[in-house]
């Protein structure tokens, strides 16, 4: 559990120093060379070669446009991009779309990040958690430290008996559970 | 005697008039600007790879220029823990020999594949000095794909140098030793009788590389130092310099020194193909191995090759002649044009360079000075374009800009000359430190050179460096070459020695390079394509674990049922397929290194348990936020025990205590 809550803050951390980067831009006047520059985070990085990971997949999907404008908005999309791994459970637009009306706008806004980051927290978990290995009642701790509860039936698997597990796909970096419902963190 | 040692004393002297020369400062020669023309922003890339001899470290090593930042080290000749190359079962046979497993050697020299006498990116080759090997790495995945043993051979130094389209890499014998299909207990004083020089042209499969001893030729008894093939007009020849022409086999260091003039071997390649061809070779039974690493395998397979044709310059006329080149040269340059042949005597205070054109109408007029072992030696002043008067002292190696100039390394008075090839003006020095050897010119020993910058290598660094203990770190430097003066502007340590090294653009290899092996083309005979497919399999007393890898577990990673007496055969797949994602493998107690599997590989870690016990087994390489957890146990029974194999990730839950 503690190991836990220091990989978290280790990805926080990971996350604020991708952050000052691109505050600080390290351009030089003296470099000699005309080569390819790189620079940003690990989803900069040019590769056609390597399975997809978790992000590269939900940007490639037009059933989830909202959670990739969150992502970004929250400024995960870096982090996501990182070694991982991780489980995503991601609620498709149509999930988004049932909430209700103006929350998604309302998260958006600038001052609401802290919101909006606690809520996609909540969706990610560290460690790839396979259909397969899911247990009736169990519980996983994520991101944001407050725990899901997963109900299997007939090898469906319900995530806070609101949320069904609609498609499991795998990516380089962990794997994405496609949800049909936004994940609500406990009220506080 | 006497005249050995007032060559001696000479050199005494020189010595102490080139050092009171040196300038006492090296800031003096830094200029302001170096710091910006090395500098190479966080997150930019290199101009140029620069591929550099590991020397007795047997690897080969990748620097970026102009920061000098060292991006890999490749394991060739010697085995590597860390790569666990000659660890693992996959990469052992790699490193077989006709002596056995070979787990070391002294790579001296590289040379870069070429068409058309210009660097193509596809391969570098690297030689063994001292169990007589060629090695060709892949430029595509850095690493070693094929090395070739080269019998009738005693320290393969005068290699792996190649012609202008790497029809042929040569590999020249250092030592003249008894041929390997004789009886070789001969006494060593039979040297003259018994000794022979051998020299090997290694055929280059176009597309797939594979080498092939084409021929060897039989030379006398000397001692092959250097060689550069001709290029432009006179590609088709080979140029080899060598030593000992006295034929000493004892105090080399007095005894071989004894005549003003050694030779410089001139080979008619094509002449020979012809030879070759008409049947004048003959075959002689000798052993030797060829390893090759299939990439779709993913691991080595060594054969034996028991032949080689063999030509005798006696039935080929016009095919060898000898050049008479002063005091036991070492370099053997040829210029980009192909027109100059550039000796350099160790032990001469000239640099002589010879004219193409005129070795050529002194054979057509049979302008000869006798023969050495029935060769014809051609006429030094007949086949001489000049002399460079008094460069420096202990020329060693030259290399070649755009501009017709020529740079030569000078050992004992520890700089470097640059001067004009077309009228052998020495047009400026620089000093190195310290004890420079092998220079390297972007392209240098091809038909087009880059130019731009000029790195020296040096044995000795002393005091360049923050001491390390007895020893000491040897170093390149970096010089400023795209002006009229050469400027230092970097020096940086290496890894073991360097000899010679080789640079090229870094577009021509970087847009090529792999970034994982495709699962599915995946054919090692032990791969698991799927966790599913993981197992561990008894035959006889032999243990096959068909694991795979991926973040962040193994499967399986509880294993029960292994005996005392049993051989554990660890086949671990890496399933990930993502570029810079490698696991590693290690289990407690092996003596053996880690696996360091790449994404789609499979490699195999042999390990007899030697006690009973449960042995904790990990990922080495920091692959995951969850890479502490990627772990397991594997449990060894005694001898005889009932325990059955069984084999799980995941289900094998602690029994909660009574």
Same mark, same amino acid.
């Given at each position: 559990?503690?190991?836990?809550?220091?990989?978290?803050?280790?990805?926080?951390?990971?996350?604020?120093?991708?952050?000052?980067?691109?505050?600080?831009?390290?351009?030089?006047?003296?470099?000699?060379?005309?080569?390819?520059? /790189?620079?940003?985070?690990?989803?900069?990085?040019?590769?056609?070669?390597?399975?997809?990971?978790?992000?590269?997949?939900?940007?490639?999907?037009?059933?989830?446009?909202?959670?990739?404008?969150?992502?970004?908005?929250?400024?995960?999309?870096?982090?996501?991009?990182?070694?991982?791994?991780?489980?995503?459970?991601?609620?498709?637009?149509?999930?988004?779309?049932?909430?209700?009306?103006?929350?998604?706008?309302?998260?958006?806004?600038?001052?609401?990040?802290?919101?909006?980051?606690?809520?996609?927290?909540?969706?990610?978990?560290?460690?790839?958690?396979?259909?397969?290995?899911?247990?009736?009642?169990?519980?996983?701790?994520?991101?944001?430290?407050?725990?899901?509860?997963?109900?299997?039936?007939?090898?469906?698997?319900? /995530?806070?008996?609101?949320?069904?597990?609609?498609?499991?796909?795998?990516?380089?970096?962990?794997?994405?559970?496609?949800?049909?419902?936004?994940?609500?963190?406990?009220?506080? | 005697?006497?005249?050995?040692?007032?060559?001696?004393?000479?050199?005494?002297?020189?010595?102490?008039?080139?050092?009171?020369?040196?300038?006492?400062?090296?800031?003096?020669?830094?200029?302001?600007?170096?710091?910006?023309?090395?500098?190479?922003?966080?997150?930019?890339?290199?101009?140029?790879?620069?591929?550099?001899?590991?020397?007795?470290?047997?690897?080969?090593?990748?620097?970026?220029?102009?920061?000098?930042?060292?991006?890999?080290?490749?394991?060739?000749?010697?085995?590597?823990?860390?790569?666990?190359?000659?660890?693992?079962?996959?990469?052992?046979?790699?490193?077989?020999?006709?002596?056995?497993?070979?787990?070391?050697?002294?790579?001296?020299?590289?040379?870069?594949?070429?068409?058309?006498?210009?660097?193509?990116?596809?391969?570098?080759?690297?030689?063994?000095?001292?169990?007589?090997?060629?090695?060709?790495?892949?430029?595509?995945?850095?690493?070693?794909?094929? &090395?070739?043993?080269?019998?009738?051979?005693?320290?393969?130094?005068?290699?792996?140098?190649?012609?202008?389209?790497?029809?042929?890499? +040569?590999?020249?014998?250092?030592?003249?030793?008894?041929?390997?299909?004789?009886?070789?207990?001969?006494?060593?004083?039979?040297?003259?009788?018994?000794?022979?020089?051998? &020299?090997?042209?290694?055929?280059?499969?176009?597309?797939?590389?594979?080498?092939?001893?084409?021929?060897?030729?039989?030379?006398?008894?000397?001692?092959?130092?250097?060689?550069?093939?001709?290029?432009?007009?006179?590609?088709?020849?080979?140029?080899?310099?060598?030593?000992?022409?006295?034929?000493?086999?004892?105090?080399?260091?007095?005894?071989?020194?004894?005549?003003?003039?050694?030779?410089?071997?001139?080979?008619?390649?094509?002449?020979?193909?012809?030879?070759?061809?008409?049947?004048?070779?003959?075959?002689?039974?000798?052993?030797?191995?060829?390893?090759?690493?299939?990439?779709?395998?993913?691991?080595?397979?060594?054969?034996?090759?028991?032949?080689?044709?063999?030509?005798?310059?006696?039935?080929?006329?016009?095919?060898?002649?000898?050049?008479?080149?002063?005091?036991?040269?070492?370099?053997?340059?040829?210029?980009?044009?192909?027109?100059?042949?550039?000796?350099?005597?160790?032990?001469?205070?000239?640099?002589?360079?010879?004219?193409?054109?005129? &070795?050529?109408?002194?054979?057509?007029?049979?302008?000869?000075?006798?023969?050495?072992?029935?060769?014809?030696?051609?006429?030094?002043?007949?086949?001489?374009?000049?002399?460079?008067?008094?460069?420096?002292?202990?020329?060693?190696?030259?290399?070649?800009?755009?501009?017709?100039?020529?740079?030569?390394?000078?050992?004992?008075?520890?700089?470097?000359?640059?001067?004009?090839?077309?009228?052998?003006?020495?047009?400026?020095?620089?000093?190195?430190?310290?004890?420079?050897?092998?220079?390297?010119?972007?392209?240098?020993?091809?038909?087009?050179?880059?130019?731009?910058?000029? &790195?020296?290598?040096?044995?000795?660094?002393?005091?360049?460096?923050?001491?390390?203990?007895?020893?000491?770190?040897?170093?390149?430097?970096?010089?400023?070459?795209?002006?009229?003066?050469?400027?230092?502007?970097?020096?940086?340590?290496?890894?073991?020695?360097?000899?010679?090294?080789?640079?090229?653009?870094?577009?021509?290899?970087?847009?090529?390079?792999?970034?994982?092996?495709?699962?599915?083309?995946?054919?090692?005979?032990?791969?698991?394509?799927?966790?599913?497919?993981?197992?561990?399999?008894?035959?006889?007393?032999?243990?096959?674990?068909?694991?795979?890898?991926?973040?962040?577990?193994?499967?399986?990673?509880?294993?029960?049922?292994?005996?005392?007496?049993?051989?554990?055969?660890?086949?671990?797949?890496?399933?990930?397929?993502?570029?810079?994602?490698?696991?590693?493998?290690?289990?407690?107690?092996?003596?053996?290194?880690?696996?360091?599997?790449?994404?789609?590989?499979?490699?195999?870690?042999?390990?007899?348990?030697?006690?009973?016990?449960?042995?904790?087994?990990?990922?080495?390489?920091?692959?995951?936020?969850?890479?502490?957890?990627?772990?397991?146990?594997?449990? +060894?029974?005694?001898?005889?025990?009932?325990?059955?194999?069984?084999?799980?990730?995941?289900?094998?839950?602690?029994?909660?205590?009574?």
């Amino acid at each position: 559990m503690k190991k836990i809550n220091n990989l978290i803050a280790l990805i926080f951390i990971f996350g604020m120093i991708s952050c000052s980067q691109e505050n600080k831009n390290t351009e030089s006047a003296t470099t000699t060379d005309n080569s390819t520059a /790189v620079s940003g985070g690990q989803e900069g990085v040019a590769d056609d070669v390597s399975q997809k990971d978790v992000v590269k997949i939900a940007i490639g999907s037009a059933d989830h446009t909202t959670l990739v404008a969150a992502l970004k908005q929250a400024e995960y999309v870096n982090d996501l991009s990182n070694a991982g791994p991780f489980t995503v459970f991601a609620p498709t637009n149509a999930a988004f779309d049932a909430l209700p009306k103006g929350t998604v706008e309302e998260l958006m806004k600038p001052e609401n990040k802290d919101k909006l980051q606690n809520i996609l927290e909540y969706h990610v978990a560290i460690g790839v958690y396979k259909i397969e290995n899911m247990l009736d009642g169990q519980t996983i701790n994520q991101a944001n430290l407050d725990n899901i509860t997963l109900s299997v039936k007939d090898g469906k698997v319900m /995530v806070n008996n609101s949320a069904h597990i609609i498609a499991s796909i795998p990516a380089s970096n962990g794997i994405i559970h496609v949800i049909d419902a936004v994940l609500l963190p406990p009220a506080k | 005697m006497k005249k050995t040692l007032n060559v001696l004393t000479g050199l005494c002297l020189l010595l102490i008039i080139f050092s009171s020369c040196k300038p006492k400062n090296a800031v003096n020669t830094v200029s302001s600007n170096a710091a910006a023309k090395s500098y190479v922003a966080p997150g930019k890339y290199d101009e140029f790879y620069n591929f550099v001899s590991g020397g007795f470290s047997g690897q080969m090593s990748v620097y970026g220029l102009p920061s000098g930042r060292l991006l890999r080290v490749i394991p060739v000749f010697a085995v590597d823990p860390e790569k666990s190359w000659g660890y693992s079962e996959e990469t052992k046979p790699m490193l077989n020999t006709s002596h056995g497993f070979v787990p070391w050697d002294d790579l001296h020299h590289t040379e870069l594949s070429q068409t058309n006498g210009e660097i193509n990116g596809k391969w570098v080759f690297g030689n063994a000095n001292n169990t007589p090997r060629l090695a060709r790495i892949d430029l595509k995945t850095f690493r070693t794909a094929e &090395i070739l043993e080269l019998p009738n051979s005693g320290g393969n130094h005068s290699s792996p140098f190649g012609t202008e389209n790497t029809e042929y890499i +040569v590999a020249g014998t250092r030592f003249s030793v008894p041929p390997d299909n004789v009886n070789g207990d001969v006494p060593i004083s039979s040297y003259k009788q018994n000794f022979k020089g051998h &020299i090997s042209f290694v055929s280059v499969q176009p597309e797939s590389g594979e080498m092939k001893i084409a021929f060897q030729i039989k030379t006398p008894g000397v001692n092959f130092d250097l060689a550069r093939c001709g290029r432009a007009k006179s590609h088709g020849w080979f140029f080899f310099s060598c030593y000992n022409s006295e034929k000493a086999n004892t105090l080399l260091e007095v005894n071989a020194s004894q005549k003003d003039k050694d030779f410089i071997m001139c080979v008619n390649w094509k002449k020979a193909e012809e030879y070759v061809k008409a049947g004048k070779g003959m075959k002689k039974n000798v052993r030797y191995a060829h390893n090759t690493y299939d990439e779709n395998k993913h691991s080595a397979t060594s054969t034996f090759e028991n032949d080689v044709i063999m030509l005798d310059p006696k039935d080929c006329p016009d095919m060898v002649y000898f050049m008479p080149c002063p005091k036991s040269p070492h370099g053997c340059d040829t210029d980009p044009t192909g027109e100059y042949i550039v000796g350099s005597g160790k032990l001469a205070a000239i640099i002589p360079v010879f004219s193409f054109t005129k &070795i050529q109408a002194a054979i057509a007029n049979k302008t000869f000075d006798g023969a050495y072992d029935g060769i014809p030696v051609l006429k030094y002043d007949a086949v001489l374009h000049g002399e460079v008067k008094k460069p420096g002292l202990g020329p060693l190696h030259t290399e070649f800009d755009a501009n017709g100039n020529a740079y030569t390394s000078f050992f004992v008075s520890s700089e470097v000359v640059k001067w004009r090839l077309s009228d052998l003006t020495v047009l400026d020095r620089v000093p190195t430190y310290y004890s420079v050897g092998h220079l390297c010119v972007p392209g240098g020993p091809t038909k087009k050179p880059w130019g731009k910058y000029m &790195i020296a290598y040096n044995k000795i660094t002393k005091d360049r460096f923050l001491p390390t203990g007895p020893e000491l770190a040897q170093s390149a430097q970096l010089f400023d070459i795209s002006g009229d003066k050469m400027k230092l502007i970097l020096d940086f340590p290496t890894i073991g020695e360097p000899h010679y090294a080789e640079a090229i653009p870094a577009e021509l290899i970087s847009k090529n390079s792999t970034k994982i092996y495709k699962i599915e083309d995946n054919k090692n005979p032990y791969v698991t394509k799927g966790e599913k497919e993981a197992k561990v399999e008894r035959k006889g007393n032999e243990i096959h674990v068909y694991m795979t890898s991926i973040r962040s577990h193994f499967v399986p990673d509880n294993i029960e049922g292994v005996k005392m007496g049993d051989v554990v055969y660890f086949h671990v797949t890496n399933l990930e397929q993502d570029w810079d994602v490698p696991h590693g493998f290690a289990v407690k107690g092996a003596p053996n290194s880690e696996l360091l599997i790449m994404p789609g590989e499979t490699q195999t870690l042999m390990w007899k348990p030697e006690r009973t016990g449960v042995f904790p087994m990990y990922c080495t390489d920091f692959c995951s936020a969850l890479h502490q957890e990627m772990q397991g146990y594997i449990r +060894v029974s005694p001898a005889g025990s009932s325990t059955p194999i069984t084999f799980s990730t995941g289900t094998n839950q602690p029994k909660s205590n009574p």
